[in-house]
């Protein structure tokens, strides 16, 4: 009966433990219909062209119970999946003056380093586009997290950042207003 009692106090004071034990980052995958991924620059200083990729794949880590942000990123970019309303010139851009999809069919980002906290912040990482690969920075915010209605759990970020196109080899001369790009990401995670 000792024996008993004693391993059933030991197998409760275990499981208090695992209950006040911090809990560790879980993964989210990137829910498709809920996120995007778009693009604008300067179309010869007279408008913005505007455009987004369609199709894509990411994941992360995220602890709500801790004041970071989310950690071990990454998404990757299907690079002919771009869609800027225009099918000529959706091809124009998936050819060899741009993107070059047939030789770099994805794009990839790699979260390294957060700094800031659970609402907002700054994420470090590197970009591999075009078969070039630099850091880059994106300012995020994180827009909501909790319960969804099928029983499943959320978090909502936005980021942007800008990148220069010839920093990754695409050095097409559409006048100096065109150099810069600006990236938006909104990005829904499933918790896994």
Known sequence: MKTTVTVTVAMLIAAAALLTTPAHAAE?????AHSFVQFRTQHLGFSWLI???NKFSGRFEYDAAN???PTNIRVELDTASIDSNHAE????????DFLDTDAYPRAVFTGAA?????DGGELRGDLEL???????????????EG?????????GFEGSTVIARSDFGIDYNLGPMAEKVELSLYIEGIRQ
């Not at 989210?28 to 498709?32: A, H, S």
Request: a positive charge; glycine letters at 16%.
């Open 114 to 118: 957060y700094s800031g906290d659970a």
């Open 147 to 155: 319960d969804d209605p099928w029983g499943g759990y959320r978090v």
């Open 67 to 69: 004041a970071d942000g």
């Open 130 to 144: 075009h078969g070039v690969t630099r850091p880059i920075v994106i300012t995020m915010r994180k827009i909501g």
């Open 89 to 96: 010139r959706d091809k124009h851009l998936r050819g060899d």
């Open 28 to 32: 989210y995958r990137v829910d498709l």
């Open 51 to 53: 455009g987004r990729f």
